[in-house]
């Protein structure tokens, strides 16, 4: 029986799908994989499609996207053809950023959030990763830090083609202030704290993630 194919076109607007972004743009599988291992797209039937597995292959297959930024500037992105397998054994076609963003900064830590005021959250650390060595924790003597997170643009604008915008992320989904995570007070997590800075505009952006583990 012949595979049914579905094409679907991934981080047009970054913000948006910032879990997909990651491991199809920053090239850090390594760094986030369990965040996003069991890979899930949405077709435009609004159906949930889960990634198994990536198809091999000796070419590569280019085309360029012309985006528009905030400012109306043209922004050419350079995209690859990327296919794998869904959980019903067809292929998906998926179009991939080829670009990877300068990394400004990249922390992990371990520990429990204590409280959740001021749009701020207040975590206490008990486990931070290893200089050098990722994904593996040291631990240390508790020390807080506080995420302002009116420090964060997670506003985002889809009239916008091309647009860099900050995230607040627990478990593939997008929240807009601190209190929206009040609900993992006291929740043994781990927190990846990174700023990139984007290839083609050159604007500075943060990602916070937390993980249940």
Known sequence: MRKKRIIITIV???CVLVGVFFVVRFGVVGRIYNF???KAFTDKEGNKIEILYQVP???EELKYETLHDKDG???VVEMRKILYINQYGNEVESWEETAEPIKIYDYMYKGKI???EDNKIYFTVDKKEKEGAEFVFEDVKDYQIIFDIDTYDLKDDLSVGYEVCDSLIFNYEHFYSADGLEFLLGEHLRVQDTMF???YIGEKYKVLVF???
């Open 73 to 75: 500037k043209e922004v």
């Open 12 to 14: 047009v607007v970054i």
């Open 36 to 38: 996003i291992q069991d």
């Open 57 to 59: 292959s000796d070419t």
């Open 211 to 213: 993980y249940l583990h």
């Open 114 to 116: 204590e409280k959740v």
């Open 197 to 199: 800075e984007d290839y």
